[in-house]
């Protein structure tokens, strides 16, 4: 049923390319060719599983983002979820809830047209990007031995050196 309904979705929108997949396969696929997917539609037991599988491709839970966006309202998360196996030790890393407010407040841009958010938006990709390119402080999931605390400090001073709010 659910492939059936995509199928007759994707007939009013002829200039997207529709396929479908076997989960076992499509890992595959993803992890050969991420650069092919835009969107993929899944069940949540299957999104779960390729969420984390893609998570890998670019560092792990603790850099993936996530925002459920819908006409009238978002809810932003980190992929990670709580990570109760960490909580509380302060070697989290803040990227992922960073990125995951960055698009929450870059929807509340384009909803409410408000440039100056989206604006803050950009700033915090770039603070992200610049610490991810060029920080020296990573957290033990990125291979360093750094606190939640000492990297949230670079970003923010990063924020800080090319922006005065």
Request: hydrophobic share 40%; net charge negative; with cysteine.
């Amino acid at each position: 049923m659910f492939l059936e309904e995509c199928y007759k979705i994707s007939e009013q929108y002829p200039h997207i390319f529709t396929d479908d997949h076997h989960v076992d396969a499509f890992a595959m696929y993803l992890v050969l060719h991420p650069e092919k997917y835009d969107v993929i539609v899944t069940t949540n037991m299957f999104g779960d599983i390729l969420s984390d599988l893609a998570a890998g491709l670019v560092g792990g839970l603790g850099v993936a983002p996530s925002l459920n966006e819908g006409d009238h309202f978002a809810v932003a998360q980190a992929v990670h979820g709580s990570a109760p196996s960490i909580a509380g030790k302060g070697i989290a890393n803040p990227v992922a809830e960073i990125l995951s407010a960055q698009m929450l407040i870059n929807w509340l841009g384009r909803k409410h047209n408000d440039p100056q958010l989206v604006q803050v938006s950009g700033l915090l990709y770039k603070a992200i990007w610049n610490y991810l390119d060029c920080g020296d402080k990573k957290t033990p999931d990125l291979g360093g031995n750094s606190s939640t605390e000492e990297v949230s400090k670079e970003i923010i001073t990063y924020i800080q050196r090319v922006n005065s709010f």
